[in-house]
Structures are given as structure tokens and as C-alpha cells.
């Protein structure tokens, strides 16, 4: 993807192009607003936040255009540029002042807990917002098994309900970040190799974060009521940050050993193929933040 990255730092014309068109095939395949993001990202990271301001907002007007003359109406594809571009917009300048990979992930995260949070106080039933939608989205299934009790599969759309928006949440995050790696990654293969490996393998947070992380769980777990609904969902927002940092931690130390160039590359497979081997992996991530694992296993 080196030669896409080439063509987005030519010029603002070819950014605003690569975001906006990428922008809208990815109302049809999802992924591709990862690749969108990154665009806004790496302009961000290597010109500036004025520069990744004037492709977020002429690439949001572009993709407006686009959609007039091919959905037949601007406001949305508007709208969607704008919710899509300006969290990592944000996001890069943390990352460009602050230099620290670490303190940018925090940031996202911060952000979609704030997210979550502000959905609560907008919605006073956010479990009654989602449920239309997750039934919507159960019936095909419910036609394709038709042995299946339906009282058992209400019960769980209606105990989903509840955490349906830390899922939201936690998967835009999800896409932001990896939106965010794969711009500083395009930064790094122009002109910085290797600089995004050594950043990314070096993921870690500070253990006061842990601790308030250890807390918003216990609250969830020994709480009830709309304060242990709201920490169940900030905590499946705080899965995303450790799963990170335990990935980095093994991707390290699998790197370290004889076979490691297969070794690294089947456990990210494994984690998308069996997405259940993602709660070890946050684990690492948490205990991460007291016993330094990196140094352990290079010792």
C-alpha cells in the first residue's frame, strides 16, 4: 500500500480524492473507511493539524457532492464524513504533539467513554433505542433455524440491548485506531521505517489507568441498576485498549523467539479467526501495566 500512501502526500487534490471516494465504497464494504481514515491521518501526522483540517473538510464537501450525484441527496454522506474523519483528525495531533502512540490509544479510548456516557444522558432507555434494531438484524436467523425456542432468543436480544451501545462504541474504536496505525504506519514506511514497529510494540499504559479500569469493572460487576449497565459498557470499551496493549506484548515476545516469524503472524490470525482468545489477550494487557512483561521476557 506504499504506492497509495505516495499518492496521498502529493498534494491536498489527491488526499481529498483518496478519502472521499474510499469514503463512500465504504457504505457498501465497511472496512474501506479504515483505509479512508488513514488518509485524513497521514496528512495529519506529516503536515499538520491545519492541513489535515482543510482535507477533513473539503474531503467531507467532496464526498457531499459524490453523494448527491449517486445516492441523490448530500446531507448524509456529508454528516458521514464528518463523524468519520474528525475523531482521527483529532486523534493524529495528539499523536503528532505528543509523540507517544500510548497517549494517543488512551485519548480514543477517553473519547468513546465520554461517547458512552453522553449517549446515557441523551437517551433515558438506551436498551429500548437498540432493541428495534437488534430485532431487525435476528430475524433472518430466527427464519433460518425455526427449531430454535423463540422465547430463548428474545431473552438474549433483550439482555444484548443493554451493552449494545459499549459494542457501538467499542467497535468505532476499533476502526479509528486502526485507522490511526495504518496512517503512521504509511508515515513510517515514507519516512521513518521501522519507526511504527518499534511505537507499536512498545504499547503500554500507565497503572493509575489500570487501577480506574480495575474499578469501573468491579462497579459492573458488583453494582446494579443504570451505574452497572453504564460500567459494563465502558468496560467492554476499555477490552479494545488492553486488547491492544496484549497484543503488542505477545506480538514482542513471540517476535523474540527462533520460530517467531511464524509464530507472530499465526497469533493474528488466531485472533481473528477465534475472536474468544482476544480475553487472555486483554488480560496480558492489563497485568502489562504493573509487571512489565517486555522486560521480564527479554531478562
Given at each position: 500500500m506504499k504506492f497509495l500512501a505516495e499518492y496521498i502526500m502529493r498534494g491536498r487534490m489527491q488526499a481529498i480524492m483518496v478519502a472521499s471516494t474510499l469514503a463512500l465504497i465504504s457504505l457498501i464494504i465497511p472496512p474501506v473507511s479504515i483505509v479512508s481514515s488513514a488518509t485524513v491521518a497521514l496528512v495529519t501526522l506529516r503536515r499538520g493539524a491545519y492541513e489535515g483540517l482543510w482535507v477533513l473538510l473539503f474531503a467531507s464537501a467532496a464526498a457531499a457532492a459524490l453523494g448527491l450525484l449517486v445516492l441523490g441527496g448530500y446531507q448524509f454522506a456529508l454528516l458521514y464524513g464528518l463523524v468519520m474523519w474528525s475523531p482521527i483528525w483529532i486523534i493524529s495531533i495528539v499523536l503528532r504533539e505528543g509523540r507517544h502512540l500510548s497517549l494517543a490509544v488512551e485519548i480514543a479510548i477517553l473519547l468513546g467513554a465520554f461517547g458512552v456516557l453522553g449517549f446515557y444522558l441523551y437517551q433515558s432507555s438506551p436498551s429500548e433505542f437498540w432493541l428495534p434494531m437488534?430485532?431487525?438484524?435476528?430475524?433472518?436467523?430466527?427464519?433460518?433455524?425455526?427449531?430454535?425456542?423463540?422465547?430463548?432468543?428474545?431473552?438474549?436480544?433483550?439482555?444484548?440491548?443493554?451493552?449494545?451501545?459499549?459494542?457501538?462504541?467499542?467497535?468505532?474504536?476499533?476502526?479509528?485506531?486502526?485507522?490511526?496505525?495504518?496512517?503512521?504506519?504509511?508515515?513510517?514506511?515514507?519516512?521513518?521505517?521501522?519507526?511504527?514497529?518499534?511505537?507499536?510494540?512498545?504499547?503500554?499504559?500507565?497503572?493509575?489507568?489500570?487501577?480506574?479500569?480495575?474499578?469501573?469493572?468491579?462497579?459492573?460487576?458488583?453494582?446494579?441498576?443504570?451505574?452497572?449497565?453504564?460500567?459494563?459498557?465502558?468496560?467492554?470499551?476499555?477490552?479494545?485498549?488492553?486488547?491492544?496493549?496484549?497484543?503488542?506484548?505477545?506480538?514482542?515476545?513471540?517476535?523474540?523467539?527462533?520460530?517467531?516469524?511464524?509464530?507472530?503472524?499465526?497469533?493474528?490470525?488466531?485472533?481473528?479467526?477465534?475472536?474468544?482468545?482476544?480475553?487472555?489477550?486483554?488480560?496480558?494487557?492489563?497485568?502489562?501495566?504493573?509487571?512489565?512483561?517486555?522486560?521480564?521476557?527479554?531478562?
Open positions: 437488534l430485532e431487525q438484524m435476528i430475524k433472518p436467523m430466527m427464519a433460518s433455524s425455526p427449531d430454535v425456542p423463540v422465547d430463548n432468543i428474545e431473552q438474549s436480544v433483550q439482555a444484548m440491548a443493554h451493552y449494545m451501545t459499549g459494542v457501538v462504541a467499542a467497535g468505532t474504536i476499533f476502526s479509528l485506531l486502526f485507522g490511526l496505525f495504518l496512517g503512521r504506519w504509511w508515515q513510517s514506511i515514507l519516512y521513518n521505517p521501522g519507526g511504527f514497529r518499534a511505537e507499536y510494540l512498545s504499547l503500554s499504559t500507565h497503572p493509575r489507568l489500570a487501577i480506574g479500569s480495575i474499578i469501573v469493572i468491579a462497579i459492573a460487576w458488583f453494582d446494579s441498576g443504570i451505574f452497572s449497565e453504564v460500567a459494563w459498557n465502558i468496560t467492554i470499551l476499555l477490552f479494545v485498549l488492553y486488547t491492544f496493549i496484549g497484543a503488542a506484548v505477545l506480538h514482542l515476545m513471540l517476535s523474540r523467539l527462533s520460530s517467531g516469524r511464524f509464530l507472530v503472524p499465526m497469533f493474528y490470525v488466531t485472533l481473528l479467526i477465534i475472536p474468544h482468545v482476544m480475553f487472555p489477550v486483554a488480560g496480558i494487557g492489563l497485568a502489562d501495566a504493573w509487571l512489565n512483561l517486555r522486560n521480564k521476557f527479554s531478562k
